[in-house]
T-cell receptor, first 118, second 114 residues
């Protein structure tokens, strides 16, 4: 299967600072990537759709100024949590869509990033 | 938008028995239904998927069935093993083709009892 790499896997930051999480598709080009947040023992909630070369599309209730998404290349999308607060502590996970001709698209997930804001 | 419900939230089965997890979706236009297995703190792993033009798909001990009329799909795991213990999520996507977003179910914590 395809490989999606996410970095860092764990990060601790102080309240009020910003932290950047990277999502890379290592062996395929991804025009579309997705960012999810998962609180403990809960499901994955889509935050935004990241489109290469254009602005991200945010889901309702997600603050675009707080969760900055940049999809500058076909293999890299970044999520920056700005002015982080303890309630932003969560498991953030990205996915990338691999387009397969005649077979449809398949979604592959990164390893996830544990963010702890202290 | 799409809404996906998943049942049960927890499931315990004896090793060797079968496990069934069910999901329903709200939008009849949904056309792709993957199932993911997630272990604590790790990425969801695609274990099987089905597209709307197929009613059933099987891969060794795992099978998925889709009933488009009733808008529900199910995951079947036979001959369960301890390593099957994990949280399982169903998901559904809506077209248009080329911009699918996954809407996840709430998850099922499956425990296999040795």
């Amino acid at each position: 299967g395809a490989v999606v790499s996410q970095h860092p896997s764990r990060v601790i930051c102080k309240s009020g600072t910003s932290v950047k999480i990277e999502c890379r598709s290592l062996d395929f080009q991804a025009t579309t990537m997705f960012w999810y947040r998962q609180f403990p023992k809960q499901s994955l909630m889509l935050m935004a759709t990241s489109n290469e070369g254009s602005k991200a599309t945010y889901e309702q209730g997600v603050e675009k100024d707080k969760f900055l998404i940049n999809h500058a290349s076909l293999t890299l999308s970044t999520l920056t949590v700005t002015s982080a607060h303890p309630e932003d502590s969560s498991f953030y996970i990205c996915s990338a869509r691999k387009e397969v001709v005649f077979s449809g698209n398949t979604i592959y997930f990164g390893e996830g990033s544990w963010l702890t804001v202290v | 938008g799409e809404n996906v419900e998943q049942h049960p939230s927890t499931l315990s089965v004896q090793e060797g028995d079968s496990a069934v997890i069910k999901c329903t979706y709200s939008d009849s236009a949904s056309n792709y239904f993957p199932w993911y297995k997630q272990e604590l703190g790790k990425r969801p792993q695609l274990i099987i998927d089905i597209r709307s033009n197929v009613g059933e798909k099987k891969d060794q001990r795992i099978a998925v069935t889709l009933n488009k009329t009733a808008k529900h799909f199910s995951l079947h795991i036979t001959e369960t093993q301890p390593e099957d213990s994990a949280v399982y999520f169903c998901a559904a996507t809506l077209p248009p083709f080329g911009n699918e977003k996954l809407t996840f179910g709430t998850g099922t914590r499956l425990t296999i009892i040795p």
